[in-house]
């Protein structure tokens, strides 16, 4: 448990601070909007707006990025958490090689329980060879960003231009919340329409 702490004439329990915070959270993660999490929770809903504008490193579309095979997987991933993606995959040819000698069923459950999970990004860059990259394609519904990393079939890892993938990722995150914030100005716009509406039906 972690210490107490003294405000004034107010003892503080940290754990419990933080117990509500997440409680909000994993409401709000679970699709609760602002007002049914403040409810469950206890809160006002201002505070929750409150909470999640602190805490929040961007916002628009869930963005994911795979990259195989590579030799600097760690500052690919590193890039991806820079910019907040969402879901990140990358593996070296090694790491490959040993997935495919593990069992069949076990491999397959794994892509299948990936490919499931990608369905739920509008935007996934993928870094791979060319083939891969048109099969992704074909079977995601996502907006598929491919960077090539060399002909099919690739036997061995290959280094990723850091500053490249950044400069394409950033592209990316300005592009998704710019559609972020159309939408939200759209659905501003609709709020005014509909009030207007309803204060001109009021006069009538």
């Known amino acids: 448990m972690r210490d107490m702490i003294r405000i004034g004439k107010k003892v503080i329990s940290p754990d419990k601070l933080f117990a509500t915070l997440n409680e909000v959270l994993q409401a709000r993660a679970r699709g609760a909007t602002q007002a049914e999490a403040a409810r469950e929770v206890g809160v006002s809903r201002s505070f929750i707006s409150n909470l999640e504008s602190l805490g929040e490193v961007r916002h628009g579309a869930r963005v994911a990025m795979i990259a195989f095979p590579v030799a600097n997987g760690e500052e690919v991933r590193a890039l991806a958490e820079e910019f907040s993606l969402d879901f990140v995959l990358t593996f070296s040819q090694s790491e490959r090689s040993r997935a495919e000698l593990g069992e069949a069923r ?48 690739l036997n061995d890892d290959v280094i990723v231009d850091i500053e490249q993938l950044r400069s394409v990722v950033s592209g990316i995150i300005e592009s998704v919340r710019d559609e972020y914030s159309a939408g939200r100005a759209n659905e501003r716009e609709r709020g005014r329409r509909v009030r207007k509406a309803w204060d001109q039906l009021k006069r009538q």
Do not use: C, F, Q
């Open 106 to 153: 076990d491999m397959l459950n794994h892509l299948l329980d990936t490919l499931v999970e990608l369905t739920d990004y509008s935007t996934v860059v993928v870094l791979a060879s060319d083939l891969r990259i048109k099969t992704l394609k074909r079977i995601l519904d996502s907006d598929v960003i491919g960077i090539e990393l060399g002909k099919s079939p």
